[in-house]
């Protein structure tokens, strides 16, 4: 669930980097995902994501760049 993790630390507050190193991910990764978030209307201010979103979220993650 790293996807939900990244969206919900998103929504909190913090940037992409302080992501990244609170999660082990890479800032490109949290970056891909945080683009695809907003592509798909998630907002940094907005509800979090449904289930359906973080799934489709998941498989954009595990897809290449």
Known sequence: METAEVIRRWQ???GP????QGTGLSRNTVR????AA???GIAKDG???GEEQISL???I????P
């Open 12 to 14: 909190a507050g913090p």
């Open 17 to 20: 980097q302080q992501i990244a």
């Open 32 to 35: 891909k995902y945080l683009a």
């Open 38 to 40: 907003r592509a798909m």
């Open 47 to 49: 509800p979090p994501p």
């Open 57 to 59: 979220l998941v498989v």
């Open 61 to 64: 993650g595990q897809s290449g």
